[in-house]
């Protein structure tokens, strides 16, 4: 059964993204999920609506880079998930690393984008 997996990033990075969670419908890659991340802005009511998709997920992944630290819709999802209990996994992406990741994802793993650390944050769901 496929897990559903609340992708968290900065707009900025949307192209990069759709690229992750592409990857998981290749059949050459060892991991599958239902991406239930924002895909269109919602009105005023955004964060009502937006807990209640990251409080249906499995887990959640949250694609670091250097536009997370300043990317607010992203950090509220990342407060969000750990207030509802979810297992989260950073991933770092473009420019991302342990130097410029937002003080939200202290106590939170973070790994770099390769299919073994995505697949064994998915199997151990």
Same mark, same amino acid.
């Given at each position: 059964?496929?897990?559903?997996?609340?992708?968290?990033?900065?707009?900025?990075?949307?192209?990069?993204?759709?690229?992750?969670?592409?990857?998981?419908?290749?059949?050459?890659?060892?991991?599958?999920?239902?991406?239930?991340?924002?895909?269109?802005?919602?009105?005023?009511?955004?964060?009502?609506?937006?807990?209640?998709?990251?409080?249906?997920?499995?887990?959640? &992944?949250?694609?670091?880079?250097? #536009?997370?630290? $300043?990317?607010?819709?992203? /950090? @509220?999802?990342?407060? =969000?998930?750990?207030?509802?209990?979810?297992?989260?996994?950073? &991933?770092?992406?473009?420019?991302? #690393?342990?130097? $410029?990741?937002?003080?939200? /994802? @202290?106590?939170?793993? =973070?790994?770099?984008?390769?299919?073994?650390?995505?697949?064994?944050?998915?199997?151990?769901?």
């Amino acid at each position: 059964m496929k897990k559903r997996v609340f992708v968290s990033f900065a707009m900025e990075d949307e192209a990069i993204k759709t690229l992750f969670c592409g990857h998981a419908k290749n059949t050459r890659v060892p991991y599958e999920f239902v991406d239930m991340s924002v895909k269109v802005p919602w009105d005023n009511s955004w964060k009502t609506n937006c807990r209640t998709r990251i409080r249906g997920c499995d887990a959640m &992944i949250v694609l670091v880079s250097e #536009n997370t630290r $300043n990317a607010s819709g992203a /950090l @509220w999802e990342i407060k =969000c998930g750990k207030e509802e209990g979810l297992k989260m996994l950073g &991933i770092y992406i473009k420019n991302g #690393n342990m130097n $410029n990741r937002p003080v939200e /994802l @202290w106590g939170t793993l =973070c790994k770099s984008w390769g299919w073994e650390n995505v697949s064994s944050f998915i199997d151990s769901l």
